[in-house]
């Protein structure tokens, strides 16, 4: 299971801004494979995981948006009643939280994945690996 490279950015929560910063990506070519905006007291916090980090983080350093990057988990789940609760149950059982989550299309082939901001990526990746290595023989 991959970890992969989550931007965040600041955005005033006005009219226009995520639309220039979704902009200057696509003018460089860089595509958003996943994102989550959360209103926060006047501003705006945009998550996103695009196809070249190293890239965005170019674009964004150029034109002046500050982003803030960490790494996340990111995990494909079968599409079946209960793989949410599972994976969710065991990262309580080993102590590691979730701080949010949200979701997005792997580049290239649509395929849905899941993104986790989590506490310990290292222990979560392992975890994570292991798990779906069972189920997929299961």
């Given amino acids: 299971m991959p970890k992969t490279k989550e931007f965040s950015v600041r955005l005033d929560d006005e009219p226009g801004t995520l639309a220039e910063l979704c902009n200057v990506l696509a003018d460089g070519k860089v595509n958003i494979v996943a994102f989550q905006a959360i209103p926060m007291e006047g501003d705006s916090l945009f998550r996103f995981i695009v196809d070249n980090p190293t890239k965005a983080k170019s674009i964004l350093d150029t034109n002046k948006f500050k982003p803030k990057e960490k790494e996340v988990v990111q995990v494909k789940l079968p599409n079946t009643p209960g793989q949410l609760a599972r994976v969710a149950s065991q990262l309580a059982e080993a102590d590691i ?19 986790f901001g989590v506490d310990d990526v290292p222990r979560s990746v392992k975890l994570l690996d292991k798990s779906l290595a069972t189920a997929a023989g299961a």
Avoid at 97 to 115: D, K, Q, R, S, V
């Fill in 97 to 115: 939280n979730i701080n949010y989550t949200y979701c997005g299309n792997e580049a290239g082939t649509n395929e849905p994945f899941l993104i």
